[in-house]
């Protein structure tokens, strides 16, 4: 029943199949690889895909003690709707522990610079290891895929040590000069984001920039250019689908992360992501749960937001842009 | 909120992002800046001239100046923060100088009287500091009254060893090249060395411990020695230095030292004494430790299989149909919520009321909707591990299915095109010839998601709390280290994962290496 | 020109140089401006003792969330206003995790609010915690009973004093239902078998029971063994058991487990409202008991705290919605109770940081934040008036009352492994059918 109101009807795909039939060579590759079995099977996948949070995205308009007492499916016959959950959620705001609005803004700008940063070291390192030639490359770089293993548990209490030691007086020094910046910074958990990314967006991103053409590169430093030009003129642009790509990922994983915020962040308004105050939100003992529903919908909207926009980016094709060149 | 706490946390981001520009602008400048004769624009003229040296010195002037000016007139201007802006402008202004006279008198000499040159002077500099902060600590000097104990003492074990390296690689750069190489390097270990030695006797003798970073020093000075002999290599690999340093730094100190604290870790009980192969016997003797075991190989095999095959199938039926991204997004949609929402929608779909009693879980619906007796999804063992892989394989999909639908879109059309026209059926085109075109990328998802598998600790925990024989070792790991109070057995566990990625990371060594050899 | 400049750079220098000597500020340079402060409204006279600390800082971190951490801050907002310190609280759920990351990372909070002694005696174990300051010590000896100083004491040393309390095995009942069927309330052990059996004959089922909390699945079952072990066996043994003198599987232990199992193992008695027994180790224990609203379930064994989980509208009284009778002892009158209570620990001996840690262990903190409502103190000052609701205040009288044999909650007093690991587990195999000796002796093999 569900399925109706969200996925398109198989017959669109089937008209849009015998109409696509003809001009065209991409139309006609098209129609050799869509038959109405792989249509079907495509709409199958996207139904029990959505099922589950559909269920959710139900019970979250739905009244508290009905969540518990009978399925959301029930809402079709008995259809009762209340925004009390997103009110909770939302406006439930007090002097110590204010509404969401400075959440969602920690959550930004927590989410950001922890994109940014790891995939600006991580592209330079992966051009690098993929067309710089020196001596332990392959070594170093075995040795850095195999750093993705480190569980990031047992990371965390030394890169706590560390922190204290250097960064908390610098801390300290800036909030003494300019006031109005709390000493309780973002700084720590940009770099503990940055650090336990960069395996895997080296790993990544080097798969990708190894595979650009030699001859492009070797041509353009026939030409003269530096290998900074090099990464700016050419690898930066033809890697930029799988850079928007791991982007994407790392920005979902960095805004969705618990872990990382309840050890480098203060866990106070000054900056606790969202997801640290959902899970107060909960209550001590998880108790309240109507509240997760609705929050973790409002969590929900950024990271869709990001796909939306930097989907064009991968939809253009991994390697679109070396195979012209 | 006050709009000054908003200003503040952007400002924080602001400035942030801005300074690691500037940074990563200047490496890059000085990668690409020249050896040769040939100078040009302001970087050259910042070499030859006059002019942009004047406007450095002049700057760093007007900073103390302002400094001085503002002191007491603004309330942000402390005492401190004067005093050091002083001081950087003194520093700034010396430093210009220091260049030019260097520059001018080093421009005759050959490369190695310049390098030598330029090594005895930082030298020089470093060990005036050295000889100055203690003194300032002392009270001896008024100007630096703001110089703690700990930096100090921080300046003396990292200060000396640094002189010692930059006057006797100084001495090293008139060697034969070979010769020179190895002896730098030989060098930098031998300072880090140095530093982590006196560091420890220093320690010894006090109660406050030093902590952490001696070790991040003598880590930042090893890998500048071993990037420096990998650079002097040949010209061409210089850059790397730039490409790499950020990323290798950064790596040492947050992951490659945890590691090699979590091996020792693994062979100490929880007060830090050594106690051998106990933890390991411990972990082999408990009888759920077996489960455990099995139960990650089961998650390891299932899911990066599952949801890869799962992926590329949903990636190759969407592929060009209209709604594309519409479909994408209702895949991708699960890799948007968190662990813990995750673990919230699928105990709503696995929950269990008795048969009596309305059901409020879809699968125990759909269970007795067909005549069944619900279950305990749960609970029962082994179905209860399948259902949070289940979870697992649910988030992933959408991150195959989003890097495999790319890399379908890279085939070239032609070679499609071309196997039609031989006659081959859509699945010989699939297998024959998008298949090969994605192999690499192939690869990297499952080698991705089976590392995310091994490590994902959330899902369990949140649903069953490792109960009912669905424990992980990850969740082991936690629930030990951070739980139970035995670092020494999460560590232990750590390890044994460890050796559970050791196959992918072998196999991906070989991919890689074929790769490099077609190349 | 060249020469004007080759002039001006050395004057420069010259001219920093002269600044920096000249310049740079001494001791006599003026300090931050000391602002006087709002007037404080209410009276400050009682805060006088501690001091004032403008522009202090203190940072508290505990698990207490939501509203209540919303009432904690509330309860110390007069003694900010008077002293100027500000008490920065920092709630999580994954404290129990977190102090333990902190604490060894060198970054702990000023103050932890600990849940559970023994978790304070690990972290005092590590050196980390001070030392309770004397004006706390002084606070512990008058207002707690020494029972209460020795959950806050490890090898001899004071390290905190107790600041909150809840009262465990509370068995939940609604009086109508009780009335419209005659069933009395149970005054021993016995009589509470028998109004079970008797329950199990009408169309009600007996018990509702729910084990589920996530991560800690399998606490509610603990807080049973250990209700019934503190009453069959007595406290002699029940601190034996906790200070694992005695084995964890000893037969007394046994028979106490075996007990439980009668009532909450068998289909007869279980679980009203819910389902079977099977459905016990994951019912979320906050919904577990609901059922008792509507007369599917007759009775529901929880803490005092459980008042605040019942619907909103629900009238917590002895003629009410629902009420509550402590679990009986073997022979009526003389009662024992076990509960839970949290205890505030050092990690700094700066002065703001007492005068905060001395203001949460006196009589003024615990009427303060008692009349907020919602939890109540043991704390001898306390007027039981203050407590919000009928159950909150006979919960005081109980604490408060010389006849009372207290006992602190068994699970939070032994070593994690075992009160938040094996013991929680174990209660959730035994409850999925395992049998009471060989879980018993599987907890007892993981003791450390």
Redesign the interface.
């Known amino acids: 029943m569900s399925s109706v109101a ?3 009807q198989p017959k ?2 089937e008209a ?1 199949v015998s109409a696509a039939a003809g001009v065209g ?2 139309e006609r ?2 129609r ?4 109405p079995w ?2 079907a ?2 709409i199958v ?2 139904v029990l ?5 559909f ?2 995205l139900l ?1 979250s308009f739905r009244p508290a ?1 009905q969540i ?7 809402f079709f016959s008995d259809p009762q709707l209340t925004l009390a959950n997103y009110g909770d959620v939302l406006f439930s705001g ?5 509404q969401l ?2 959440y969602f ?2 959550s930004l ?1 927590i989410a ?2 922890g994109t ?2 790891p995939l ?3 592209s ?2 992966a ?2 290891f993929a067309w ?5 490359s ?1 070594t ?3 040795v ?23 960064l ?1 007086p610098f801390q300290n ?1 800036l909030h ?7 000493e309780r ?3 720590p958990v ?3 984001h ?3 990314a ?3 967006a ?3 991103l080097h ?1 990708f920039i ?2 650009i053409p ?1 001859e492009v590169i070797e041509a353009a430093r026939v030409d003269g250019a ?4 090099i ?2 003129r050419i690898v930066l642009p033809l890697a930029m ?1 799988a850079i928007a ?1 791991f982007a ?2 790392q920005f ?1 994983w960095v805004w ?1 992360d ?1 872990l990382v915020a ?2 480098f962040s ?5 900056t606790a992501p969202l ?2 105050r959902l ?11 109507e509240r ?2 609705a929050g ?1 919908f409002v ?2 909207v950024v ?2 937001l990001v ?2 926009g930097l ?1 064009r980016f ?7 842009g070396s ?1 012209k060149g | 909120m006050t709009t000054m706490d908003l200003i503040g946390k952007v400002l924080q981001a602001v400035v942030g992002l801005a300074a690691f520009g500037v940074v990563m602008a200047l490496l890059l400048a000085f990668l690409d800046r020249e050896d040769g004769a040939e100078r040009k624009g302001f970087v050259a003229s910042l070499r030859d001239g006059w002019r942009p040296r004047a406007i450095i010195a002049a700057a760093f002037v007007l900073i103390a100046v302002l400094a001085r000016v503002l002191y007491g007139v603004v309330p942000w201007m402390t005492q401190q923060l004067t005093n050091t802006l002083i001081l950087l402008g003194i520093a700034g202004v010396v430093g210009v100088v220091l260049q030019l006279l260097l520059d001018r008198a080093l421009q005759p000499a050959s490369p190695a009287v310049r390098s030598a040159a330029y090594r005895l002077v930082g030298a020089a500099l470093v060990a005036v500091a050295v000889v100055l902060l203690p003194m300032g600590e002392s009270g001896a000097l008024p100007m630096l009254d703001w110089v703690t104990p700990a930096l100090a003492q921080a300046a003396t074990i990292v200060g000396w060893p640094l002189v010692g390296a930059l006057v006797v690689t100084a001495g090293v750069a008139f060697a034969p090249n070979g010769v020179r190489r190895s002896l730098r390097l030989v060098v930098w270990l031998v300072a880090a060395a140095a530093v982590v030695v006196s560091a420890t006797v220093l320690e010894g003798g006090q109660e406050q411990p030093i902590g952490v970073w001696p070790w991040a020093f003598a880590a930042a000075l090893g890998i500048a020695g071993v990037l420096g002999f990998l650079a002097d290599h040949d010209d061409d690999s210089k850059p790397m230095l730039v490409f790499l340093i950020p990323a290798a730094l950064l790596l040492t100190v947050g992951l490659v030292y945890p590691a090699v604290r979590t091996a020792i870790l693994a062979f100490t009980d929880k007060t830090g004494t050594f106690n051998g192969v106990d933890n390991f016997v411990w972990m082999f003797t408990q009888p759920e430790a077996l489960v455990t075991l099995a139960n990650t190989v089961v998650w390891v095999v299932l899911v990066p299989l599952l949801s890869t095959a799962i992926g590329l199938a949903y990636a190759v039926f969407i592929d060009k149909s209209r709604g594309e991204r519409f479909y994408k997004m209702l895949v991708f949609m699960p890799m948007a919520i968190s662990f813990v929402g995750a673990g919230i929608i699928w105990k709503f779909m696995y929950a269990y009321r008795g048969p009596e009693q309305d059901q409020i879980g879809l699968i125990n619906q759909l269970i007795t909707l067909f005549g069944g007796q619900p279950q305990q999804i749960l609970q029962n063992s082994p179905w209860n591990t399948l259902a949070l892989i289940i979870v697992m394989i649910w988030i992933q999909t959408g991150f195959a299915m989003t890097v495999l639908s790319a890399a379908i879109k890279g085939v070239p059309v032609e070679q499609i095109e071309a196997a039609s026209l031989d006659g081959a059926n859509p699945w010989q085109r699939f297998s024959n010839v998008t298949l090969p075109g994605i192999r690499s990328s192939l690869v990297v998802v499952v080698t991705t998601i089976s590392i995310a598998t091994l490590k994902v600790f959330d899902i369990v925990r949140t649903m069953t709390a490792g109960n009912f024989n669905t424990s992980v070792v990850a969740n082991e790991m936690y629930t030990q280290a951070f739980r139970s109070g035995e670092p020494g057995r999460g560590a232990a566990l750590a390890l044994v994962l460890f050796l559970l990625v050791l196959p992918i990371v072998v196999y991906n060594i070989r991919v890689l290496n074929q790769q490099k050899a077609i190349r | 020109m060249k020469h004007a400049r080759r002039v001006g750079l050395p004057l420069g220098i010259a001219g920093v140089t002269a600044l920096a000597l000249t310049g740079c500020v001494g001791d006599t340079a003026p300090s931050s401006s000391e602002s006087p402060g709002a007037a404080p409204s209410g009276d400050c006279a009682e805060y006088a003792d501690y001091g004032t600390f403008e522009g202090a800082e203190v940072n508290v971190y505990g698990t207490i969330l939501d509203a209540e951490a919303e009432r904690l801050n509330e309860s110390w907002a007069q003694f900010e206003e008077c002293t100027g310190i500000d008490v920065v609280y920092e709630g999580s759920a994954e404290f129990e995790a977190q102090i333990n990351v902190r604490v060894q990372g060198g970054n702990p909070p000023d103050l932890g609010i600990f849940p559970q002694p023994g978790l304070l005696a690990s972290v005092a174990g590590t050196g980390a915690l001070l030392e309770a300051p004397e004006g706390v010590a002084a606070n512990a000896q008058e207002f707690w009973t020494e029972d209460w100083q020795n959950y806050g004491t490890v090898d001899g040393t004071l390290y905190g004093a107790p600041l909150m309390a809840s009262v465990k095995g509370f068995v939940w009942y609604s009086p109508s239902v009780f009335e419209e069927n005659g069933w009395a309330v149970p005054t021993t052990l016995d009589e509470l078998d028998e109004l079970t059996a008797s329950i199990a004959e009408s169309d009600v089922t007996p018990w509702c029971v729910g084990f589920g909390s996530g991560e800690a699945t399998g606490w509610p079952g603990t807080d049973w063994v250990e209700d019934y072990v503190l009453r069959t066996a007595g406290p002699d043994v029940y601190d034996q058991w906790v200070a694992h003198e005695i084995p964890f599987d000893s037969p007394e232990i046994a028979t106490a487990l075996d007990r439980v199992g009668d009532l909450i193992k068998n289909p007869d008695y279980v679980n009203g409202g819910i389902g079977d027994v099977s459905t016990i180790a994951t019912t979320d224990f906050g919904e577990a008991g609901l059922p008792v609203l509507d007369g599917t379930c007759a009775m529901h064994h929880q803490a005092s705290f459980y008042e605040g989980f019942w619907p909103e509208g629900t009238t917590v009284a002895e003629d009410g919605d629902v009420w509550a009778f402590l679990t009986p002892g073997t022979e009526a009158g003389a009662p024992a109770v076990t509960g839970g209570g949290e205890f505030v620990g050092a990690f700094s001996d700066d002065e703001e940081v007492v005068a905060v840690q001395t203001y949460l262990s006196s009589a003024e903190w615990a009427n303060s934040r008692v009349s907020l409502g919602g939890v109540i103190s043991a704390n001898s000052g306390l007027d039981p008036e203050n407590a919000s609701s009928p159950l909150l205040q006979s919960a005081v009288e109980i604490l408060q009352d010389e006849a009372t044999t207290f006992r602190f909650d068994g699970s939070d007093l032994m070593p994690g492994a075992v009160g938040a690991g094996t013991f929680w587990t174990g209660m959730v195999d035994w409850i999925s059918g395992g049998d009471t000796q060989s879980v018993l002796s599987t907890i007892e093999q993981s003791w450390p």
Not at chain 1, 68 to 74: A, R
Not at chain 1, 94 to 98: E, K, T
Not at chain 1, 132 to 136: E, L, N, S
């Open positions: 969200i996925t398109p669109t795909s849009a060579r991409a590759v098209k050799r690889l869509t038959s792989a249509t099977a495509a996948i996207a895909w959505t099922i589950p949070t269920g959710l019970s003690e518990s007492t009978s399925g959301w499916w029930t007090s002097a110590s522990s204010p609005g400075e803004v920690n700008l950001i610079p940014i940063l600006v070291l991580a330079l390192a051009y690098a710089v030639k020196f001596k332990g392959g170093l770089f075995v850095v895929f195999a750093l993705q293993i480190v569980p990031l548990q047992m990371a965390l209490i030394p890169l706590l040590q560390l922190f204290v030691t250097f908390q020094a003494d000069a300019v006031p109005f910046i709390s910074q973002f700084l940009w770099i503990a940055t650090i336990f960069l395996p895997l080296i790993f990544l798969n190894s595979e030699g530096g290998h900074g030009q990464f700016f689908p790509s994407i990922f979902l969705n618990l309840l050890v203060s866990g106070t308004p000054d997801t640290q899970a107060e939100l909960a209550g001590s003992r998880g108790e309240n749960w997760l529903t973790a969590s929900l990271p869709l796909f939306f989907q991968f939809v253009r094709g991994l390697l679109a195979a």
